[in-house]
């Protein structure tokens, strides 16, 4: 599973979890802060702005490690209504993007 972090301006951040491993808590905190200084590293003027995170209501997302950590960052969170019918904003932006660049290439492995 790759987790993927984007803005405006692109790609930021992009991490594959492991075969047969599960995002916790702990694995996103730590991700959040992997997170923090590719934002740094990449978009140096973000650091005096405020930064508005979007995700869904997975549970790591919702763990204490999770919520405890986007605070520390000082992140905003821009909150995921739990049953919303509307799609998601990686619908929109991320995949259809990710499709045309993949479009016709095969893959001999995950």
Known sequence: ????FWDTEGILF????????TIIGEYYSNLLTRLDEKIREK???LQKKKIILYQDNAPAHKSVLGMGKLRDLHY????HPPYSPDLAPSDFYFFPKHKLFFAGQRFSSN
């Open 76 to 79: 905003e969170l821009l909150e």
């Open 1 to 4: 599973m790759a987790s993927v």
């Open 14 to 21: 992009i991490d594959y979890l492991g075969n047969g491993k």
């Open 43 to 45: 978009r140096p003027g």
